[in-house]
């Protein structure tokens, strides 16, 4: 992983951006940053995929979503079909993440 000291100049911010604006912010080394940033995601996926909800106060919160078998209607064929039942995962801000909204 290329962990030089440019700037992040993105509008989004990406793994190597965020390990590189974390080691600038604790003064740790940007490998040591690097090992925990991946530790800390491979164990909120590993989470996720044994259907244990991961939350982290003020942060926000992840959760598996169950969707149950449907019939759906495929516009190009004209037909019917049944899509079978899925999981998949959702992300809920917490207090401390949430945006004021700019209206009020």
Known sequence: ???????????????????????????????????????????ICESMKNNEPVKLRGFGSWDINETDERVVFNPRTGRKITVGPKSKVVFKAGSDLKLEDPDS
């Open 1 to 43: 992983m290329n962990l030089g000291l440019k700037m992040c100049q993105q509008r989004v911010v990406n793994k190597s951006c965020l390990i590189r604006k974390t080691a600038q912010r604790t003064g740790i080394a940007p490998q040591e940053v690097s090992t925990v940033v991946e530790a800390v995601l491979a164990t």
